[in-house]
């Protein structure tokens, strides 16, 4: 498995932005397709985005279309999400996730081998 370490997490209002990052490490993190999934409270964990090994394909949910950007920097085996315009349905916990080798990116959480811990964003009205 790999390491996953994500930071960026916080407290901001309504409308306000956050960029997350996600350090990884114990295998090689361009053969990982990488994700971004989040939980709040009293909810299943669910699918944000994912990205491609080489990063050239994306892929959000509905609800973060146009607002999150995901992308990797695989110098520095890192998977980063940009979130814009965040309102307070964003608040939650927020886990990056790899998936190690080729295939289309996934939203299930089931595809994915290695989770961080997570970080914590609150968004207030």
């Known amino acids: 498995q790999v390491q996953l370490a994500e930071s960026g997490g916080g407290l901001v209002q309504a409308g306000g932005s956050l960029r997350l990052s996600c350090a990884a490490s114990?295998?090689?993190?361009?053969?990982?397709?990488m994700g971004w999934f989040r939980q709040a409270p009293g909810k299943e964990r669910e699918f944000v985005a994912a990205?491609?090994?080489?990063?050239?394909?994306?892929d959000y949910a509905d609800s973060v279309k146009g607002r999150f950007t995901i992308s990797r920097d695989n110098a520095k085996n890192t998977v980063y999400l940009q979130m814009n315009s965040l309102n307070t349905e964003d608040t939650a916990v927020y886990y990056c996730a790899a998936r190690r080798g080729g295939g289309p990116n996934s939203v299930r959480a089931a595809d994915y081998d290695s989770w961080g811990q997570g970080t914590q964003v609150t968004v207030s009205s």
């Open positions: 990205i491609s090994r080489s990063g050239h394909s994306t």
């Open positions: 114990g295998r090689t993190f361009s053969n990982d397709r």
